[in-house]
């Protein structure tokens, strides 16, 4: 009881407005369904701002938007939830239920990576499926295997794009996701049509995530392992140098609670090359301020996505250098490790591709793609041992617990393939 009274105090406001979110949904599925359109619809954030993704009309960057939940206690219409103040339906004053996160991750098959660093900071998921294609898509089949690798089993299927078939279409479509998710982790999820585009059933979405996706316990006493997914500078050019303001870390708090001014260390940190030799130093710091979308807040717990400012040179941070390291308290993170031993649980076959392939063992000098927390790196094995134990020498270490679990991909047709999933042994 003291560590949920706990959580509360540190994620309200003087007002008593919870300003942090308390969970990250995650928004999955294959590309252009429809999830940046839907993050909009919920959150009034349209996440796709990077000059690529405007250019190209797809997410390729994790994106982040926060959005609140209503209840309007005098409506019995089925939309009584709604992200506003004010009542869609009677226009009268709402009752404040919480506020949550959206992580929307690529669908495009090349950016698999983004999305199975964007599941580690995900507490749930919805996943988004077309109505007027047919289903299950091939980004579809890997994403929805990515949540189950991954251990997210809370997920609402969302069966967007209904304007754009007629009654009998959306049905067959209905009846293609469920025969698509039978036998998964998403057998029993609720299936809910609406148009992102025109906002049609949005309340009704609003509400089954509500009901369906509780806050987590968190463990506010354990060691603090934050999971950075953005690194960046935010100086301009030709800032005096006496305006510069550190470098600033995004990314989702796993566990424990973290302060404005605690001493932090960030691993595996730099990279540093001298004869020929390279070596990885941690980076210790200080946090200076911490942020939940546009709010300033003192102390931070896990849920929503979360800003570090920190007092690094931002030379350290900038264009995401520092993503997928994890940062904590000093001298209490994991390992640090450039070799892994492994023990792979391999699919049968492989997902995503468009034939039916089947999963062969893990070679010698073979190349995988590993993703562990919010950390994507490429290793060669270079020793198979007995039980089909492999060793994998990485081309760029990880800081991570034994008990993290790690997703494996290798390249198929120029492509990284999601193939299995191990613990560090």
């Not at 009881?1 to 003087?14: H, V």
């Not at 929307?104 to 294609?133: Q, R």
């Not at 279409?169 to 585009?197: C, H």
């Not at 973290?258 to 941690?282: A, C, F, N, Q």
Request: proline residues 4%.
């Amino acid at each position: 009881m003291k560590a949920k009274n706990e959580t509360k105090d540190i994620i309200k406001k003087e007002e008593n407005k919870v300003i942090q979110p308390e969970i990250n949904i995650g928004l999955v599925g294959h590309v252009d369904h429809g999830k940046t359109t839907l993050t909009q619809a919920l959150s009034g954030v349209w996440t796709d701002t990077h000059s690529e993704e405007i250019k190209r009309g797809i997410t390729i960057r994790l994106g982040y938007a926060n959005f609140s939940i209503y209840k309007c206690g005098k409506c019995k219409d089925p939309e009584i939830y709604s992200t506003t103040d004010k009542c869609a339906s009677c226009g009268g004053n709402v009752e404040f239920i919480r506020k949550v996160s959206l992580v929307d991750s690529p669908g495009h098959e090349t950016l698999m990576a983004t999305m199975l660093s964007g599941a580690a900071i995900m507490d749930c998921a919805l996943l988004v499926i077309a109505a007027n294609e047919e289903c299950p898509q091939p980004q579809s089949k890997e994403h929805l295997m990515a949540l189950e690798i991954t251990g997210i089993k809370n997920i609402i299927i969302v069966q967007n794009k209904i304007d754009l078939v007629n009654q009998e279409e959306a049905l067959r479509n209905y009846d293609q996701i469920k025969k698509f998710v039978e036998g998964s982790i998403a057998k029993d999820a609720p299936i809910i049509p609406i148009s992102a585009q025109h906002g049609i059933n949005i309340g009704v979405l609003v509400e089954a995530i509500q009901t369906l996706f509780k806050t987590p316990t968190r463990d506010l006493s354990a060691d603090p392992i934050f999971l950075i997914a953005r690194s960046f500078d935010v100086n301009k050019p030709g800032n005096e140098v006496g305006n510069l303001v550190g470098g600033i870390l995004g990314g989702s708090l796993k566990q424990g609670k973290l302060k404005i001014g605690d001493k932090i260390e960030i691993r595996p940190g730099l990279k540093l090359e001298k004869e020929g030799k390279v070596t990885w130093h941690s980076l210790e710091t200080k946090i200076a301020g911490l942020k939940t979308g546009p709010d300033s807040i003192s102390a931070v717990v896990p849920g929503g996505s979360i800003g570090i400012l920190t007092e690094l040179d931002p030379f350290f941070v900038k264009s995401d250098n520092l993503t997928g390291h994890l940062l904590g308290m000093t001298k209490k993170l994991p390992d640090v490790y450039h070799e892994l031993k492994l023990e792979p649980k391999l699919l049968e076959r492989i997902v995503g591709a468009k034939d039916n392939l089947v999963v062969t063992p893990i070679k010698k000098d073979e190349h995988l793609m590993l993703n562990v927390n919010s950390s994507t790196t490429v290793g060669t094995v270079v020793e198979i041992k007995k039980n089909n134990v492999i060793i994998v020498k990485l081309k760029i270490p990880i800081c991570a617990d034994k008990k993290d679990r790690i997703t494996i991909s290798r390249v198929l047709n120029n492509r990284w393939r999601l193939i299995g999933y191990s613990n560090i042994s």
